[in-house]
């Protein structure tokens, strides 16, 4: 609610980014729950998987893959180059489904 009201000291997603991307792995359902509401209003929240942090790093990349397929297909693309090119991903499922 609070998040569209740009009078609200809350205005905007980057607090709620951030706690997202210091939740971990073991918590990745809930990661992808209330990323998808984010990732629809602000594509600064596409930083939830990229942001160059351990906790997002670590986050289950099939499976993060899957749900931006399934929700937001325009990072599909700038998210397989990212885990590529700057993590250094070699697992063959990412570079074929890039190509």
């Known amino acids: 609610k609070h998040s569209k009201d740009s009078e609200s000291e809350l205005f905007g997603y980057q607090r709620l980014v951030t706690y997202l991307q210091n939740l971990g792995s ?3 359902d809930l990661i992808l729950e209330f ?9 600064e929240g596409f930083l939830i998987f990229t942001e160059d ?4 790093e670590s986050l289950p ?3 993060v893959l899957d749900f931006l397929i399934t929700n937001n297909q325009k990072f599909v693309i700038p998210y397989l180059e990212h885990i590529i090119l700057v993590w250094g991903e070699e697992r063959a499922l990412f570079h074929n489904t890039l190509i």
């Open 26 to 28: 073991e918590h990745i």
């Open 35 to 43: 990323s998808a509401e984010i990732l629809t209003e602000d594509e």
């Open 53 to 56: 942090i351990d906790t997002v």
């Open 61 to 63: 990349r099939a499976k």
